[in-house]
């Protein structure tokens, strides 16, 4: 009897929900293992009608393919694969008891079809990129996860897809191979706007809505913002308030913190002020910790009984009661401007937030 690898453990699953076609294959010329520039051994590329006719990708690379794999590596592998992936959400649950193999996953990208016969080949480029991230950093990525690609994740189109969420895929779902567990775990395109809800709730819980509005997360890149929709905002408004977030750090570049005159002047930018007041509520409203991040300052914020700010070593630690919280919230506006609390001796100036293209040339300004 053949032996069976990681390799083909992975196709037959896929083949188990198409097994009227053959998958297109792009192998790399050489993979990264052997040298290559390559991450990834490969891309295998499927149709699919399912939701709406759309081109359905799967890497092979994440996990260990071959049986035949040196237990030196496999050790390397495993390791890469129980480091933190920037604490955004939990990692693979259901798997923690399991061997799993490699990082654990691999990738799918759904991407809705048009009238063409061969499938863009964009998705692989940006599936060997997200390779190269997780395999020079040892972070993985995991469900509920999010990473904002500072441009269109297709490149040089206008498309408002500049960002990523990580859910397991609605259909391959996970598998036992030779070498361990693993999870098909989609990367499902979002906007910039999603992407800021998403870090205020649970990742999983919102990209789980999302995929009610887009069945199987396809990525349309003619698609605008799910925000704008009453009934999906009214969704996220609503777990936000019921869950709270699972983002207990924001890292803002316009961020400042200096005491003067017996008070302590915050600065940060005005493109950030609803995403900052939604998570101090979600956080601190649900008795969580929530920090804000730069090079230069760290703002830690946490609920109380009694007011209280000060610095904790090289943290300004900020104390709110609940009246605290809501005079902070009810005050600061997404406008420039000085705010001057009154509760607490914290003053908070908005300045304009910057967005640059990925030159570094501003296209917008918020103020």
Known sequence: METMDGFTCISNRIKEFYPKQEGLYYGS???????????????????????????LYVTYGFTELYADEEDAEEEDWNDAADKDSSSQEDDFEDLEDAPISG??????????????DQPPVWPID?????????????????????????????LETDTELTCLGFLTDPELDSIQTVNGSMVFLEAIGITLDEHAAMMCWNGKNFLSELSRHIPYGIADLSRTS?????????????????????????????????????RYHLQF??????????????????????????????IGFRNAEQPDIGMDGEILSISLTDKNLDEICRL?????????????????KVVPTYIRDNDGTIVKIIE
């Open 103 to 116: 990082y654990g996953f691999e990738l799918t990208f759904r991407l809705k079809r048009g009238s063409e």
């Open 332 to 348: 600061v506006k997404p406008h420039t401007g000085t705010y001057i609390m009154n509760t607490i001796p914290l003053t908070i």
């Open 269 to 298: 930018g005005a493109g950030h002020v609803e995403q900052i007041i939604t998570l101090l509520r979600a956080r601190l409203g649900k008795g969580r910790p929530f920090v804000l991040q730069c090079d230069a300052a760290v």
């Open 226 to 262: 799910l925000m704008k929709q009453p009934a999906f905002r009214r969704a996220w408004e609503q777990g936000v308030a019921r869950d709270g977030s699972s983002t207990c750090v924001l890292c803002l570049p316009e961020l400042t913190a200096d005491p003067e005159d017996g």
């Open 29 to 55: 010329l050489l993979p990264g293992y052997i040298g290559g520039n390559d991450p990834l051994d490969g891309v295998e590329i499927w149709k699919s009608d399912k939701g709406c006719p759309h081109w």
């Open 126 to 154: 940006m599936l060997q990129n997200l390779a190269h991230y997780v395999f020079s950093t040892g972070n993985a990525f995991a469900p509920g996860h999010y990473l904002n690609a500072n441009g269109p994740i297709a």
